[in-house]
């Protein structure tokens, strides 16, 4: 028997061509069960696949269509540049050059920018420790020994000087309307510095004083009384394409200037602390 089956083979092998394969053994159902599983599941990891590329697509063609945000607008077309001391003359020199009289020469200039200082008889300027911040007690809103006391350190000064004697403008009368524009001038000041000088907390300008020395007035302003107008670009709080002259502030601005200037207008002197060191004093001032 077992010659029969050798001689079997030796048939089969001969009588196949050269290089044929022979053919392979019949699929069984379990062996086709897992197949199709198997291509199941590679079709839907596919689908899956496809579905993620597309969401990935959508979200860049969305992104691309929206372009990148345009930034914020710039507070201001000019900005200081340099350090703490040097941004705060640059601002002196730029908003003091836009200011003129009818007649064209300057409104003011800027004598001084920098930390609060008096100067003494000798003409040696000394630093100021605090500012001594007395409140409007004129309508019993608050008691007259109620003194805030800011610390000089955290705070700019500026000297507005005018061409006269002793500082004083020269040209023309002391009238409201001018008044109005050297305030307008001490509130651009302030807006300014607030901006472009860090950790400040507070701003004094001094005023240009009458013909006589008498009535030396300052503006005295903290960062909070301007929260609103810090928080929008410049050309939104001075609205005039140009800077106005004396009589010529727009009435929208106006109003800006007389709500956050008219009670920070402060008549100053000078007293001497425990140790020795100058103390700049404000008392409220009547303004019309």
Excluded at 137 to 144: L, M, P
Aim: glycine residues 8%; hydrophobic residues 45%; proline residues 8%.
């Amino acid at each position: 028997m077992a010659d029969d089956v050798m001689r079997t083979a030796a048939a089969e092998a001969q009588a196949a061509p050269k290089g044929a394969t022979l053919p392979a053994p019949p699929e069984s159902r379990a062996d086709k069960a897992r197949r199709l599983v198997y291509r199941s599941r590679f079709a839907v990891f596919y689908f899956l696949l496809a579905v993620v590329a597309g969401v990935a697509i959508g979200a860049l063609v969305v992104l691309v269509g929206r372009g990148t945000p345009a930034p914020a607008p710039a507070w201001s077309a000019w900005e200081p540049i340099g350090s703490s001391g040097r941004r705060a003359a640059l601002i002196g020199e730029h908003v003091s050059g836009a200011y003129t009289l009818p007649s064209g020469d300057a409104l003011t200039a800027v004598t001084y920018a920098g930390p609060p200082i008096v100067t003494g008889p000798d003409g040696a300027a000394f630093q100021v420790r605090a500012l001594a911040v007395r409140p409007d007690a004129s309508r019993g809103r608050a008691e007259a020994d109620a003194v805030d006391t800011i610390n000089a350190a955290s705070t700019v000064m500026f000297t507005l000087c005018g061409l006269g004697e002793a500082c004083s403008i020269s040209e023309g009368e002391p009238t409201l309307e001018r008044g109005a524009l050297l305030r307008r001038q001490a509130l651009e000041l302030a807006l300014y510095s607030f901006t472009y000088i860090d950790d400040i907390g507070s701003i004094v300008v001094l005023l240009p004083p009458r013909a006589d020395g008498q009535a030396a007035t300052a503006l005295f302003l903290e960062r909070s009384d301007l929260r609103a107008e810090l928080g929008v670009p410049l050309d939104q709080t001075f609205t005039a394409p140009a800077t106005p002259g004396v009589g010529e502030i727009p009435a929208e601005e106006l109003r800006v200037i007389q709500r956050v200037t008219r009670s920070r207008i402060y008549d100053y002197n000078y007293l001497q602390a425990q140790d020795g060191s100058p103390v700049m004093v404000l008392t409220p001032a009547l303004v019309s």
